[in-house]
């Protein structure tokens, strides 16, 4: 197998902006919310008494109908001063999720919302593997094709045993940027490990099957050491952001990633009233020796779990939805109905699947026909090119389909790969003359 000679270490830089501004009295919308928070802002998408908000930093978060106490218009929110950007944080308040008490209506029935599940992972077939089946371009092409068919919630049903770490920053960009604008997005917890657990970590919704299991993202390389020194410092740092990004307290993903210990208090209702990074707290979570995985109940309990569903009814009710839209076909063996763009998932990991398989075939096949060509008189060399560029063909293709296998297999970056099928397009040229 060909390997490209590079130093192919690459490391995360993290660059955060703080900046602040006082503003002038101004008629912002507020959403308040049953942990307490009071999120001003412009809403700019309303589905089913849940929101999208945009807040003074530009960036557009969803509310469930079920997190929302109050909606509040054209408040006139006077001078304010910035200590988060569109958000007031007064003392937490007792709050009752807002009961909903519009009629049940047929699930067929116009307006209702459309929701299409997506299979983000599938362990079960063994192509799970976080940046090899699942890629932040591959998801970026369901885009279309959610919106082709008027997609309102993406439900992604995650069923991974991790990946690599290299594309966890490339998915939360993305399922922060450009899916949570867009969609109402929530995640679906099978089997989240690792990587698996630490892309999906930009939303606020997790909803968990009972056999759900989520979390142990500890970082490995090479002969299985433990990741350690400024690249874990980077990682944690990474997984601060990320969990902010989906307003969970970064303590629980901290004690994912390195045996610390996790411990909360509870309130009179359940609720958790606070969360330590020792074992200090009435229930421990996780001891000191251990890194967290959490179950469906420990999830529930300690409020990251929004709800347990086994089935797609069980996920509406859970959801708030009152009627939903399944989008998609049967398909035989799948428990809910595959949409395009979850079909376009499934063909991505299919092919993966073979290209992985056959590489082998591709490169040595295509190194025999080099050969051949070499060998044989001039008027002879053209059935050995032809078979030659084939395969040469096949690896661009694979490579096309997924960039990153370029790493993976070949040793090398993307970049590096197409400069190596360059010069063996002039070799093959050559050849010829």
């Known amino acids: 197998m060909m390997r490209f000679s590079t130093n192919l270490v690459s490391r995360l830089a993290c660059a955060m902006v703080v900046f602040v501004a006082v503003q002038c009295a101004m008629a912002l919308d507020r959403v308040t919310l049953n942990d307490g928070r009071v999120i001003d802002g412009e809403i700019v998408r309303e589905l089913n008494g849940a929101v999208w908000l945009k807040t003074a930093d530009g960036q557009t978060q969803f509310f469930p109908a079920s997190n929302i106490v109050r909606i509040e218009r054209d408040v006139d929110t006077g001078p304010q001063t910035p200590a ?36 983000f992972g599938d362990a079960d077939n063994d192509m799970d593997m976080v940046g090899t089946y699942l890629t932040a371009q591959s998801l970026r092409e369901c885009i279309p094709l959610l919106e082709e068919e008027n997609v309102d919630i993406v439900v992604l049903r995650v069923n991974s045993g991790g990946g690599a770490l290299l594309e966890i920053r490339r998915i939360s960009d993305l399922l922060h940027n ?6 109402r997005t929530v995640a679906w917890i099978d089997y989240a490990i690792s990587a698996a ?20 993202s500890t970082g490995w390389y090479g002969a299985l050491q433990a ?10 740092y990474l997984m601060e952001l990320i969990s902010e990004r989906g307003g969970h307290d970064p303590r629980i993903m901290r004690a994912m990633q390195i045996m610390e210990p996790l411990s909360v208090d509870l309130d009179e209702n359940g609720r958790v009233r606070a969360m330590y990074q020792n074992t200090e707290g009435e229930v421990v979570i996780n001891k000191p020796e251990r890194v967290l995985t959490l179950t469906s109940q420990t999830a529930q309990a300690i409020g990251f779990a929004t709800g347990i569903a086994d089935t797609l009814d069980e996920l509406a009710k859970a959801m708030g939805l009152t ?14 109905p595959v949409s ?21 075939e591709y490169y040595e096949g295509y190194t025999v026909a080099v050969e051949l060509a070499r060998q044989a008189q001039p008027e002879n060399r053209g059935k050995f090119i032809g078979f030659a560029r084939q395969r040469l063909n096949s690896m661009v293709r694979m490579i096309n389909n997924n960039p990153n296998l370029a790493l993976f297999i070949f040793g090398g970056s993307e970049e590096e790969f197409r400069a190596w099928v360059r010069e063996q397009e002039e070799l093959l040229r050559s050849l010829m003359r």
């Open 197 to 216: 657990a630490m892309t999906p970590h930009a939303l606020s919704e997790q909803y968990f099957m009972r056999r759900g299991a989520y979390g142990a």
């Open 323 to 336: 009627e939903v839209e399944w989008v998609g076909e049967h398909v035989e063996g799948i428990s809910w």
């Open 178 to 183: 450009e899916f949570k604008p867009k969609f």
């Open 340 to 360: 395009k763009a979850d079909r376009h998932l499934r063909r991505f990991r299919e092919q993966t699947a073979r290209d992985e398989q056959s590489i082998n």
């Open 84 to 119: 988060s950007p569109g958000v007031t944080d007064p003392a937490p308040v007792a709050a009752e999720p807002r009961q909903r008490t519009e009629p049940q209506r047929r699930a067929v029935s116009p307006g209702a919302p459309r929701a299409a599940v997506l299979s």
């Open 227 to 236: 990741v350690a020194g400024r690249g874990l410092e980077e990682v944690l």
